[in-house]
């Protein structure tokens, strides 16, 4: 009866074991893993302006201008962090930003702007598309 029993754990520890190292090859390997917020805001703005300048064909006098504006968004963003900051205040700051966007912005680069920035809302929001 005491062999059944020890063998029995022995059997429990090694599925202990096997199910440890099983689990820890899923975990994800650091040196692969994005690093988030190691950018400079600048570099951030021109990733932005460069993806932008491939998809909506933008003129130079364009890109720096939408350099510029993605430069300001993104220091504001990072400063109204740890300011106390109400929804209004951050909704007319968007406003904003969508305003001096479409002015730099031709009709038909802003409505292609707009459709590109909605699916990718839509798939971050539910994950489709």
């Known amino acids: 009866m005491k062999a ?3 063998s029995g754990i022995v059997l429990v520890m090694m599925a202990l074991i096997i199910l440890a190292s099983g689990v820890s090859g899923f975990a994800q390997d650091s040196s692969k ?3 988030k917020g190691k950018h400079t805001p600048e570099q ?3 990733k932005m302006a460069d993806k932008m300048k491939k998809h909506l064909n933008l003129t130079d006098d364009q ?3 939408i350099y510029n504006l993605n430069l300001d968004q993104i220091k504001w963003k990072k400063e109204s962090k740890t300011a106390n900051l109400t929804k209004v205040e951050k909704k007319n700051k968007k406003k904003e930003f ?5 002015s730099i912005l031709t009709d038909d680069q802003y409505k292609k702007y707009k459709k590109k920035h909605h699916k990718s809302w839509f798939r971050r929001t539910f994950g489709i598309f």
Do not use: E, N
């Open 33 to 35: 893993v994005k690093s």
């Open 98 to 102: 969508k305003a001096a966007l479409k």
């Open 44 to 46: 951030k703005a021109t």
């Open 4 to 6: 059944l029993k020890l």
């Open 63 to 65: 890109y720096t201008k």
